[in-house]
């Protein structure tokens, strides 16, 4: 009998020291679950305060104010502005891939008809459908006011309506890459009823983030678009930007330091001597003023590959973009790399004056008398060169005296050639120069036709490059490129470059391209 009282005692201990432990479990996890909901609290408060620290207000300026409407004006930056109010039918992706905007799909017929079919269920900001009315009414304005969007229409001959959302662009020839061309802003038609477009004193209307609340003679205040076709998934941040008027840009750099202006975007090279180093974020972006030498590919001596190669080999970009040019441009090697998915890199030459010499040997050119010489079809050959350059650009006259001096050590002689306009024109018509500097305004469709196409600007001859740069399929398009590059038909020197400037408490994703400055403008904002 005292064995079996000894064990009750002894399980009623162990029953207490478990009911024990299971109480200090659930406390445990009590408290666990009170710190957790306090996390989620206090994390939940965290995003509350951040959220209450964004500015509802951007601030930028500009200057040359001329008409809010994207058809009629000439100014630069109001047309980087409008690219937030109003939506063209394609829009141009950071890497310069074509996205449906207002247009739900487009089809090509033929080599000159495309079928266009828009999205209805879009609205304008009062409220009214888009229908396909708006684009043809779109496109006879900028055929009938000097538009400087006449170059993405030129070759439209007419528009068929077939019904509210579908309509068919017919043009006068063929366009490759034509899609690229829809990406102009597009105008209500029914707004602008019994309206003088140009002398209109409506405040214009589009489809986009953003929309016009007013225009006085001091500023411009937009508010964000209710309306706009992706404010349910993806609102903007900033709820309004006001644009303040100015006569000068120093005034506004002036404004920005002062911390009045929270967006600068400007080309000017020296916009530290108004800002200084300090205080602020920049982000540069590649334009499109693209500078190359184009050499003539039917001249004796240039029409020798090596010798084209040589040259390319022979040209430091770097010391013409950033000692020459001072660093206000960015080097470049071709017309598409910009930022276009489309580029292709392969075969690019960079400079060795080295390689450039063994180029030339490689080929049978000898040095002697201070010339390269080759026996050509019996005849002896030298490399001397004549470069053309209009000399109304003080900056492409000291560009091509870079060159001659870069050449020149290597031992390429040229001679450089300032003519006046007229006559440089007429060389560059004509194609009857050797060596000429010069440049385009890239477009963004990739079309590189003026460069390696038939009757292309140097008078190369390609087959395989010519139906290669026509093809659809991306692969093809590049192979064009990499042949190209290692054929040297001409030599990308730089483009110009853009900087947009952004007060520190300015935050967002940041992607600017010289089609669209204001990339992604739904996640910009503003902090305290």
């Known amino acids: 009998m005292k064995s079996g009282g000894n064990n009750f005692f002894k399980y009623i201990f162990i029953l207490v020291v478990i009911a024990l432990i299971c109480g200090a479990i659930y406390i445990l996890y009590s408290n666990n679950d009170k710190n957790n909901e306090e996390d989620d609290t206090n994390n939940s408060t965290a995003e509350q305060n951040k959220d209450m620290s964004i500015v509802e207000n951007l601030k930028m300026g500009i200057t040359n104010f001329d008409t809010m409407n994207p058809i009629l004006t000439k100014n630069r930056e109001i047309v980087n502005i409008d690219n937030l109010i109003f939506d063209p039918l394609f829009m141009i992706t950071s890497d310069y891939k074509l996205e449906n905007c207002l247009a739900n799909s487009i089809t090509k017929k033929s080599d000159t008809s495309y079928e266009v079919k828009i999205d209805t269920n879009i609205k304008w900001q009062d409220g009214s459908s888009l229908i396909s009315k708006d684009v043809e009414y779109t496109i006879e304005q900028i055929k009938n006011t000097g538009s400087i969007y006449t170059a993405n229409v030129q070759h439209i001959s007419n528009i068929e309506i077939i019904d509210s959302e579908t309509f068919i662009i017919n043009l006068d020839t063929p366009v490759p890459y034509f899609e690229y061309n829809l990406t102009f802003p597009i105008v209500s038609s029914r707004y602008y009823l019994n309206e003088d477009f140009v002398n209109s004193n409506k405040i214009p209307i589009g489809t986009g983030m953003y929309k016009i609340a007013s225009i006085n003679d001091n500023n411009i205040l937009l508010v964000k678009n209710d309306r706009w076709r992706k404010f349910k998934t993806n609102p903007q941040k900033t709820q309004s930007i006001t644009l303040q008027k100015y006569s000068a840009i120093g005034e506004i750099f002036n404004t920005f330091k002062l911390g009045n202006v929270d967006i600068v975007n400007t080309y000017m090279t020296n916009y530290t001597d108004y800002v200084g180093t300090m205080g602020y974020n920049k982000r540069e972006y590649s334009g499109r003023e693209y500078d190359f030498l184009s050499i003539n590919c039917n001249d004796n001596i240039l029409s020798d590959v090596a010798v084209r190669k040589a040259i390319n080999y022979a040209i430091n970009k770097e010391t013409i973009a950033n000692t020459i040019l001072g660093g206000s441009k960015v080097i470049s090697n071709s017309p598409l790399d910009y930022g276009s998915y489309l580029y292709n890199s392969e075969g690019v030459i960079e400079f060795n004056q080295d390689q450039a010499k063994q180029t030339l040997e490689n080929a049978g050119w000898t040095y002697a008398n201070s010339r390269w010489q080759k026996n050509i079809n019996g005849y002896v050959r030298k490399i001397n060169l004549s470069l053309v350059v209009s000399k109304s650009s ?100 730089y483009r110009n470059k853009g900087t947009i400037i952004l007060n520190l408490n300015v935050g967002g994703e940041f992607s600017p391209n010289s089609n669209f400055l204001y990339y992604n403008f739904d996640k910009w904002y503003r902090q305290q």
């Open 394 to 493: 003080e900056e492409r006259v000291r560009v091509a005296n870079s060159i001659k001096e870069q050449l020149a050590s290597i031992g390429i002689i040229v001679n450089v050639v300032q003519v006046d306009d007229n006559k440089y024109q007429e060389y560059l018509n004509n194609k009857n120069y050797q060596l000429i500097l010069t440049g385009v305004v890239s477009s963004v469709t990739p079309d590189l036709s003026y460069f390696y196409g038939q009757g292309n600007i140097s008078n190369y001859y390609n087959e395989e490059v010519f139906e290669k740069i026509k093809a659809v399929d991306v692969n093809s398009f590049k192979e064009a490129q990499k042949i190209a590059n290692e054929e040297v038909p001409h030599i990308g020197l």
